[in-house]
């Protein structure tokens, strides 16, 4: 007899609370997300994910812990090997990653690999590097429109990203060379998590915008994910923002595209007046996409902000058969060096208005305890191969 009829589970996408014991071997030293943001913030607002306790797991420079926060919380490690937003996304959901993907951010792709992707698409490469998506255009777009060439480039992501001009390049040849893209990089040595179409229209710079026919070549789990589990045994399975992507469809029953982060949880809120059994599982990429890889911590403390005024909204509309989840998938340390993600631990966040009680659980060794607590709740069993126990007898 499941114990919740709806469960939502948000990841604030980044949203790290302190360095692992290992960090220092992904070259991450003395980071913490929120900690490090709630520094450089003046007169820092986030009420709400305060009285769900987020001051009670993560000291924070003038923001005093709850005495007594709603529901339940916990600090949760990564066990899998890696920093990225799939593999901590898949371990949510039971998968244990021990060989991280391939990321290419210091030095492009290596030459063997171009080489390759130019004499099976026909076309000559230009970029090759770590950008912004808007900066090469500006930079490049010019360029290939007049010769034809493509650009390929790469960020702090395990990705490879190709933009076409949807005139002059056109939207199927597009499609085609990320397709090739995509078979050469399911090689172990250039294996990334995914390539992505990036198209976009104008003529000159100044004037190119990216266009909604982006797609994602994604590669698929590894394994079976508490999302198939609950899907195969009929249960709703709704995705917000990235989710569909980074488990490439698989286990989704309904997916909605978000424009950003406020429109995540806009989105999110509008699923919560509505019926269905199962889970809603939300990304909200723009703290780490605009506001961490940029290190901007002003921005991404403001961003968070943001988040808690619609937290504020959604907290009112849930019943006493909803649990709500909060989590991260990784770190982004926005007053680090580089640009990459961060090596963190990360938050956990559980309230239903049914709890009765409230209080911090021990440190988990991984976040595959939202996939093994979402299961459980449902009366469903994970397979061998997954990871993660259920903290749902807990949730009181």
């Known amino acids: 007899m499941k114990k919740y009829k709806r469960i939502f589970t948000i990841v604030i996408d980044s949203l790290g609370i302190g360095a692992m014991e290992d960090s220092e071997q992904f070259g991450d030293k003395g980071v913490n997300t929120l900690g490090h943001i709630a ?57 244990h990653t021990t060989k991280p993907f391939q990321t290419f951010t210091d030095t492009g792709f290596p030459p063997e690999l171009i080489k390759e992707l130019e004499e099976r698409t026909g076309r000559t490469v230009i970029g090759n590097k770590s950008a912004s998506g808007t900066e090469i255009l500006d930079e490049l777009a010019e360029e290939e429109i007049a010769t034809g060439h493509m650009i390929v480039y790469t960020s702090a992501d395990s990705v490879l990203q190709i933009c ?41 710079k100044g004037e190119f915008v990216r266009t909604s026919n982006r797609h994602d070549y994604a590669l698929k789990p590894t394994g079976t994910t508490a999302l198939n589990i609950l899907k195969d045994h009929g249960y709703d399975v709704i995705s917000v923002g990235k989710i569909r992507d980074i488990f490439d469809g698989e286990g989704i029953t309904e997916s909605h595209k978000s424009k950003s982060s406020v429109h995540g949880m806009e989105q999110t809120i509008e699923l919560c007046k509505k019926d269905f059994s199962g889970l809603c599982f939300v990304n909200l990429v723009d703290f780490d996409a605009l506001w ?68 911090e659980l021990p440190e988990a060794e991984t976040f595959a305890v939202i996939g093994g607590t979402i299961l459980d709740n449902f009366g469903l069993k994970k397979e061998e191969n997954m990871i993660g126990a259920s903290v749902l007898e807990k949730l009181v």
């Open 39 to 95: 520094e450089r913030m003046e007169d820092f607002q986030i009420p709400n994910l305060r009285r769900l306790g987020i001051a009670n797991l993560c000291s924070l420079s003038g923001l005093a812990p709850e005495e007594k926060p709603l529901g339940y919380r916990m600090v949760m490690r990564e066990m899998s090997n890696g920093k990225d937003t799939m593999t901590g996304h898949w371990e949510m959901m039971g998968i």
């Open 164 to 204: 076409g001009n949807e005139e002059t390049f056109g939207l199927e040849e597009l499609y085609r060379c990320c397709e090739i893209a995509r078979e050469i990089t399911m090689k172990e040595e250039w294996r990334v998590g995914r390539v992505i179409a990036r198209p976009y229209v104008g003529r000159k």
């Open 292 to 359: 961490g890889h940029r290190r901007d911590p002003i921005g991404y403390g403001k961003e968070l902000e943001r988040f808690d005024e619609k937290l504020g909204e959604l907290l009112p509309l849930l019943g006493e058969d909803d649990l709500l989840m909060i989590t991260a998938d990784h770190g982004n340390d926005p007053t680090y060096t580089g640009t990459d993600h961060t090596r963190e631990k990360v938050p956990f966040l559980a309230y239903s208005p049914s709890m009765k009680g409230q209080g």
